[in-house]
T-cell receptor, first 117, second 113 residues
Framework: ETGVTQTPRHLVMGMTNKKSLKCEQHLGHNAMYWYKQSAKKPLELMFVYSLEERVENNSVPSRFSPECPNSSHLFLHLHTLQPEDSALYLCASSQDLTGSSYNSPLHFGNGTRLTVT | GDSVTQMEGPVTLSEEAFLTINCTYTATGYPSLFWYVQYPGEGLQLLLK?????DKGSNKGFEATYRKETTSFHLEKGSVQVSDSAVYFC????????????FGEGTQLTVNP
């Protein structure tokens, strides 16, 4: 299997639930990202990991907790979410962070459609 | 800061029509520019890219030219197909980090037979 795989594809959860989103990349990349895609808004970069170290956290609420156990896997742990957190969550990877994005373009997964009730 | 502005959608065209989706970017630094496409139920895929002024990116019949004087990177295709129906995102590399991207809001394109 190649590319970036995200599971589950769809998730419905209540505000008191705890769930996790999973992302796996088979491209040998060293950088991984979480993006949030909401209707009629630009993609929001949430977290960036490089070689399993978190290098960016864009003012994301603490109810979102990322984890990167190795360079191929990335998780997003969710707890006590709000209805406005309903969105498509996209995982992406790139070869690295040191080069320019021209030579190291992003490869996206198909996303997890999250609905918070 | 870095930003990208795309023409508002949705855009609806008939098959074989000419397509233009406008994109402008903030003129800070010397960014690389990109168009990504998102087909229904999928993630974003890189469609084309350009790294410097007057470069033209092209792929699958789509083209975009990096225009520094107008800070634009408009997407064009001479004859669209039903299979081109998707959401198109313009993006630029961030000034502070070449490996991060700033995306526009996306433009929904629907092509009718």
């Amino acid at each position: 299997e190649t590319g970036v795989t995200q599971t589950p594809r769809h998730l419905v959860m209540g505000m008191t639930n705890k769930k996790s989103l999973k992302c796996e990349q088979h491209l040998g990349h060293n950088a991984m990202y979480w993006y949030k895609q909401s209707a009629k808004k630009p993609l929001e970069l949430m977290f960036v990991y490089s070689l399993e170290e978190r290098v960016e956290n864009n003012s994301v609420p603490s109810r979102f907790s990322p984890e990167c156990p190795n360079s191929s896997h990335l998780f997003l742990h969710l707890h006590t979410l709000q209805p406005e957190d309903s969105a498509l969550y996209l995982c992406a990877s790139s070869q690295d962070l040191t080069g320019s994005s021209y030579n190291s373009p992003l490869h996206f997964g198909n996303g997890t459609r999250l609905t918070v009730t | 800061g870095d930003s990208v502005t795309q023409m508002e959608g949705p855009v609806t065209l008939s098959e074989e029509a000419f397509l233009t989706i406008n994109c402008t970017y903030t003129a800070t630094g010397y960014p690389s520019l990109f168009w990504y496409v998102q087909y229904p139920g999928e993630g974003l895929q890189l469609l084309l890219k350009a790294t410097k002024a007057d470069d033209k990116g092209s792929n699958k019949g789509f083209e975009a030219t990096y225009r520094k004087e107008t800070t634009s990177f408009h997407l064009e295709k001479g004859s669209v197909q039903v299979s081109d129906s998707a959401v198109y995102f313009c993006a630029r590399s961030q000034e502070t980090s070449g490996s991060r991207l700033t995306f526009g809001e996306g433009t929904q394109l629907t092509v009718n037979p």
